[in-house]
């Protein structure tokens, strides 16, 4: 059986974005929280860190893009354009409103569950549906017409709901595993500050040196055209960082000749730099642990390389990560259209404590024991998160409820009926497969009428 397909725009209620107050709330620390693309998070949830808010009047006047339950949340514009998120039950805020740079997409639930369609958003299907609005080049993203132009398939509402139910599921214990790398990622800071204290307020009075004089090199990487499909040599992005650590499964590949590989290959304990993303991205780092050998340095990510004689990598990569030190970051991004950005001397003019290199040698062997853990624990979260994304691929084509389907092949053709009635398709049998139609034929025979 082939589901009725149809555009977003025909299963909503309504289609809206927000808004903040005219310059902006600067320095509001309380209020209405209001949603950005940073508050987004890539589970399909939200991340409520550094909330920013809106006066009460100003969400009082606000006609569009205050959330309800069960919204599904899209980025509009920057570098996370089509990342999406459902407002679930759960969600921690009796009145939130959205800014300029997200849509709402508030499905009427007579026709279509919401968590269906968001799971069907955040596939990778549902993605490339989303951005086939997507332009511009720089800092692109979609416009409303993004909902007339994305396919959703739309199989009854009971079998919506029984994919959901199978999806919510296994995306519990895809969260789970991912809680639980959360967690290990606070032990390493914990273990910093117990050892070395806040390394700007250097309270065991370090010796001090700014950033850029801890390094032999510090560098953007090549503007190489990146494959997917395996050709050269595997290049870094800012997906390949991961917990602290580069992740080998999402890497993407550059075609390189000897030359050019000996410029821009990673050596042992360089350290990866996100300066250019969400907000919320910046300055996520990497070790480079000599896997994958070789790697090559790409665009958006800068490399820093420790001068050895001064400073550990592990200990600079853990200065690097205090929340001290990300709030120097915050404080010294530039923001422009849902992206922000660091350059090189708002990095390397940061002032930070520099330890004895025994006491940062004790740290080291402390924190690479840390780093082999998550490692393995990264290549558990890939297989759960590659199980999860099977699952998905597998409910938007029919696949996972199969069984369940032919089971309940007559209550489905009724609901197929009312749904094509509700929708205006005037035969439902069209999204019907030819080798289903006699066995439909039967079942529709027995469906009362009237």
Not at 194 to 221: C, Q, S, W, Y
Not at 245 to 266: C, T
Request: hydrophobic share 35%.
């Amino acid at each position: 059986m082939r589901w009725i397909e149809v555009s977003l725009s025909r299963i909503l209620d309504s289609l809206e974005s927000g808004s903040r107050p005219r310059g902006g709330a600067p320095g509001l620390t309380s209020g209405i929280p209001s949603l950005g693309g940073e508050h987004i998070d890539d589970q399909g949830g939200f991340r409520f860190s550094n909330i920013r808010y809106i006066p009460p009047e100003h969400y009082r006047a606000m006609v569009t893009g205050r959330i309800h339950r069960f919204d599904i949340l899209i980025v509009k514009d920057g570098a996370t354009t089509g990342k999406t998120a459902l407002v679930r039950e759960n969600f921690p805020f009796n009145e939130a409103a959205v800014n300029e740079h997200v849509f709402i997409t508030r499905v009427n639930q007579f026709l279509a569950d919401p968590a269906f369609i968001f799971y069907f958003l955040f596939s990778q299907r549902g993605q490339a549906e989303i951005l086939r609005d997507h332009r511009g080049a720089t800092i692109g993203g979609i416009s409303r017409r993004f909902a007339d132009l994305t396919q959703i398939p739309l199989p009854p509402l009971s079998e919506q709901r029984r994919i959901v139910e199978i999806l919510d599921q296994a995306d519990a214990l895809r969260k789970k595993r991912a809680e639980a790398d959360a967690k290990s990622a606070r032990i390493l800071p914990a273990l910093f500050y117990k050892m070395f204290g806040d390394p700007i307020e250097n309270p065991h009075g370090f010796a001090t040196e700014i950033v850029g004089n801890l390094l032999t090199l510090l560098r953007n990487g090549t503007t190489a055209e990146q494959n997917q499909d395996g050709r050269g040599y595997p290049v870094t992005r800012i997906e390949t960082i991961s917990e602290g650590v580069i992740n080998p499964d999402r890497v993407r590949y550059v075609d390189f000749d000897n030359s050019e590989l000996k410029k821009w290959r990673l050596e042992l304990g360089d350290i990866l730099f996100s300066h250019i993303n969400s907000e919320s991205h910046i300055g996520k780092t990497a070790i480079y642990k000599g896997h994958p050998d070789p790697l090559v340095h790409g665009m958006n990510l800068l490399l820093m390389r420790p001068d050895a004689r001064q400073v550990r990598p592990e200990y600079l990569f853990a200065v690097l990560n205090t929340e001290s030190v990300r709030a120097v970051w915050r404080q010294r991004c530039k923001r422009a259209v849902n992206q922000a950005s660091l350059n090189q001397k708002d990095i390397s003019s940061l002032e930070v404590g520099v330890p004895p290199i025994d006491l940062q040698n004790r740290f080291c062997q402390l924190a690479n024991t840390l780093f082999t853990q998550v490692e393995a624990q990264q290549k558990a979260t890939e297989k759960i998160k590659r199980l999860f994304y099977n699952l998905l691929h597998r409910a938007f084509t029919g696949d996972l409820t199969t069984k369940w389907r032919e089971a309940h092949m007559k209550e489905l053709l009724q609901e197929m009926e009312q749904q094509a009635k509700a929708l205006k398709i005037d035969d439902f049998r069209l999204p019907i497969e030819e080798e289903t139609k006699s066995s439909i034929i039967n079942h529709r025979s027995e469906i009362p009428h009237g």
